[in-house]
């Protein structure tokens, strides 16, 4: 079956850093995503990576390996409003994204 | 000046009734989406369409239909609503361009469906 994992919470402080893992079993891929969703609204696109590697804008990075079929989002210099949920999502062989269930962040002072 | 916008926001309708819910964007993107976000917050594709072909996911029940009048509209048509399909419905966009990857999907901000 195709399965994609993140935690299902994480708590963090005000200007650290948080990694947010993601692994995927889907058929083929064709990408990979992150989004950002604040409670009651749509998701947002932070970021997309399709070969191995960092990828980094501004305060907020992404990693993939293809080999370990694992990513990771970084957060850096954290701020209230980061607390959301992340999502990751995987395009499959078939162009179809298949969405994980989404890890909330929440950020204390 | 919204990019993908859906109405109704919310949608309280009893068990057995027809409705429809629409999408508009005006990005000129060529591919539009319906998602499924249940109460456990899993994003599920119910369809993908573009002006050559609408891919229906195999688990999405036939009283769901997708109509699309142009290019920038994809309304989605529920017939005999079932308290199962209480959940927010998300409209998306991306522009495909063959052999690129670069799809990015921007979501409208999601009607939520509540069956009683």
């Known amino acids: 079956g195709q399965n994609i994992d993140q935690p299902t919470e994480m708590t963090a402080t005000e200007g650290a850093i948080v990694q947010i893992n993601c692994t995927y079993q889907?058929?083929?891929?064709?990408?990979l995503f992150w989004y950002q969703q604040h409670a009651g609204e749509a998701p947002t696109f932070l970021s997309y990576n399709v070969l191995d590697g960092l990828e980094e804008k501004g305060r907020f990075s992404s990693f993939l390996s293809r080999s370990k079929g694992y990513s990771y989002l970084l957060l850096k210099e954290l701020q209230m409003k980061d607390s959301a949920s992340y999502l990751c999502?995987?395009?499959?062989?078939?162009?179809?994204?298949?969405f994980g269930a989404g890890t909330r962040l929440t950020v204390k002072p | 000046d919204t990019a993908v916008s859906q109405t109704p926001k919310y949608l309280v309708t009893q068990m057995g009734n027809d409705k429809s819910i629409k999408c508009e964007q005006n990005l000129g993107h060529d591919t539009m989406y319906w998602y499924k976000q249940d109460s456990k917050k899993f994003l599920k594709i119910m369809f993908s369409y573009n002006n050559k072909e609408l891919i229906i996911n195999e688990t999405v029940p036939n009283r769901f239909s997708p109509k699309s009048p142009d290019k920038a509209h994809l309304n989605l048509h529920i017939n005999s609503l079932e308290l199962g399909d209480s959940a927010v419905y998300f409209c998306a966009s991306s522009q495909f361009t063959s052999g690129s990857f670069l799809e990015t999907q921007y979501f409208g901000p999601g009607t939520r469906l509540l069956v009683l």
């Open positions: 889907t058929s083929g891929f064709n990408g």
């Open positions: 999502a995987v395009r499959d062989q078939d162009n179809d994204m298949r």
